[in-house]
């Protein structure tokens, strides 16, 4: 697949076990850093002894759970650390109420309390403290790029207007983030605190049931969804409601 | 029957009867007692209607933005749209007047704000049923009869709703 934009090219190529499926034909002015794909599972507190399982063993996990227990093992970056990062890291912090820290393969919330194991935390507040890690350990930085597997997975609706608030700023720091949602709650949160610094884009997928052809629109906001499923969804269950409550 | 409430117009067609309730001329509590903009009787139901009209072109801009403020912060459900309804029904059951108790009676809402999607007017509207609210005290119905259902409904959703009772704006028919 070639992208083409402001008359620039870049050569995307999708197969198993690719390393390097990216090729920029074209001088290209963005760092280019690293990549993420975060799965909808949390792997943090199933990390102990996974590498070596899966290297070793034939287990039915996909590579990408490996691959984002070897990004979060990556050591804190060295140098100085950037206010906007500072600021970031904080947010998350008040979340999760501590900070990450790592002996051996494990990791452990530690706080005012103590070290709690990952296994004991809940697993939305794992997804936060992933988060942390790739943050704190230069994963994510402007040039990298953040691939989301259903981000509201496991994670209090609450909560989501925070996790979209850090992917924004992220995003605004020069993230490339690409998730992919059936939450109206998140996409809501998007086009509502999307501001001028950043830059969002909406692509409904959808599949003709004749052709069984994908086609993808794109817009600047939540109403350019089209069709949006998850406000189908919701339609269907107010006119559900309403033809209860109304009992005709 | 078409009743009016600013600038919206509502035909209730096919109903026993029907009045404008929110009238200072001929309350006569309204110094004290709130009210829902109509009442209504069907065959089968007391309806109470209230009309929110944000988006009527000669509303003010301050009013428009306390009204945005007041359905952001709660109020408008919690105080304004609870406090209307429970005074209707006391001003009503005070005059014994009897369909009441023999008809249940819903509370209907229409807001007109088109950017209402499906996800919060169903969350509007369960918040007012349960700031009515439309269950007595541990979660066991009232024992004597009481408003007994609520909906909130936006001008689109309205008209989809209710075929027989059509909704527009006055100054676009005139």
């Known amino acids: 697949m070639t992208i083409t934009k402001n008359g620039k090219n870049v050569k995307l190529s999708f197969s198993n076990h690719a390393r390097d499926n990216v090729e920029l034909i074209d001088h290209w ?6 990549s993420v794909y975060i799965p909808v599972k949390e792997m943090l507190a199933n990390a102990p002894g996974f590498r070596s399982l899966y290297s070793h063993r034939e287990i039915y996990f996909e590579e990408v759970y490996c691959d984002i227990i070897d990004r979060a093992y990556i050591p804190i970056l060295k140098g100085p650390i950037s206010e906007d990062r500072r600021k970031l890291l904080e947010m998350i912090q008040t979340i999760i109420q501590g900070k990450v820290i790592q002996k051996g393969e494990q990791f452990f919330l530690k706080n005012q309390q103590g070290e709690l194991e990952f296994t004991l935390l809940a697993e939305g507040l794992r997804k936060f403290a992933l988060l942390w890690l790739l943050i704190q350990n230069g994963t994510l930085l402007e040039g990298s790029t953040l691939f989301w597997d259903e981000p509201e997975t496991n994670i209090n609706p609450s909560m989501i207007q925070t996790l979209v608030k850090i992917l924004l700023h992220l995003q605004a720091q020069g993230v490339q983030i690409f998730i992919a949602t059936h939450s109206y709650v998140v996409l809501k949160e998007f086009d509502l605190q999307k501001g001028t610094g950043n830059a969002v884009r909406f692509f409904a997928l959808s599949k003709d049931d004749a052709s069984s052809e994908i086609s993808c629109r794109t817009g600047d906001n939540y109403l350019s969804i089209i069709p949006n ?6 339609d269907a269950i107010y006119n559900k409601e309403m033809t209860r409550i109304l009992g005709e | 029957m078409v009743l009016e409430e600013n600038d919206i117009l509502i035909d209730f067609k096919h109903v026993v009867k029907g009045e404008k309730f ?3 001329s001929t ?21 109470f209607v209230e009309i929110k009209d944000p988006q009527n072109p000669k509303a ?9 403020e007041s359905l952001q912060s709660g109020t408008l459900i919690r105080n304004s749209l609870t406090t209307k309804a429970r005074d209707t029904f006391l001003y009503r059951l ?4 009897l369909p009441y108790i023999s008809k249940p009676i819903h509370y209907y809402v229409l807001i007109n704000l088109e950017t209402l999607d499906g996800a919060q007017l169903l969350n509007l509207t369960d918040r007012l049923r349960a700031a009515i609210p439309t269950i007595g005290p541990n979660n066991v119905p009232w024992k004597n009869p009481f408003i007994s ?3 909130i409904f936006n001008l689109k959703t309205w008209k989809e709703q209710f075929p027989y009772f059509q909704a ?5 028919k005139n």
């Not at chain 1, 499923?229 to 919701?234: L, S, T």
């Not at chain 2, 003010?60 to 945005?68: G, P, V």
């Open chain 2, 149 to 151: 259902e609520c909906a």
């Open chain 1, 229 to 234: 499923r998850i406000a189908d969804a919701y």
């Open chain 1, 29 to 34: 002015d963005q760092k280019t850093g690293l």
């Open chain 2, 22 to 24: 929110d009238d200072d």
């Open chain 2, 60 to 68: 003010q801009i301050k009013d428009k933005n306390k009204f945005l």
């Open chain 2, 27 to 47: 309350h006569g509590l309204s110094h004290c007692m709130k009210a829902v903009d109509f009442i209504i009787e069907t065959d089968t139901k007391i309806l």
């Open chain 2, 168 to 172: 527009c704006r006055k100054s676009e």
């Open chain 2, 94 to 97: 005070g005059l014994n007047a």
